[in-house]
């Protein structure tokens, strides 16, 4: 997975790593406060996810790819008013925030993405 120049790799770990955060961050506050979510908070996580998969798209990281897409198209749904901040959706957000952590950490880990329950759970919350 990680067979690119070596600094690139790590710039964009660490890029991705503060994006993540941020993530979480923004997720933990709108798990808070669902009822009234910001527009500035929904779009500042959305392009927090949507910058982890472009960077991602460009290097060729496909389980990171994978991750943060399913994490774009539910943070979208909560942007366009199509899904609620509903406890569930939250908790799926936040579990995708942990294996986006997980395949970053440990990239050469043999790994299922596809079969991985947070991705099934939020690609279902979009279905």
């Known amino acids: 997975m990680f067979d690119h120049d070596p600094e690139v790799l790590a710039a964009f770990a660490e890029e991705s790593a503060v994006r993540i955060s941020s993530l979480e961050k923004g997720l933990l506050e709108l798990e808070r406060e669902p009822a009234t979510p910001s527009t500035n908070l929904l779009n500042a996580v959305f ?5 982890v998969k472009a960077g991602a798209n460009l290097l ?3 389980q990171v790819e994978t991750a943060a897409h399913r994490l774009e198209n539910v943070l979208d749904m909560l ?3 199509r899904l609620s901040a509903e406890p569930e959706v939250c908790q ?3 579990d ?3 294996l986006l952590r997980e395949i ?3 990239p050469q880990s043999a ?3 596809e079969a991985d329950h947070r991705l099934t759970a939020l690609a279902n919350l979009t279905t």
């Not at 392009?47 to 910058?51: L, M, P, T, Y």
């Open 92 to 94: 799926s957000l936040l």
């Open 79 to 81: 942007r366009s008013g």
């Open 96 to 98: 995708g925030v942990d």
């Open 111 to 113: 790994r299922n993405i």
């Open 60 to 62: 060729g990281l496909r």
């Open 104 to 106: 970053l950490e440990a």
């Open 47 to 51: 392009r927090d996810a949507h910058s």
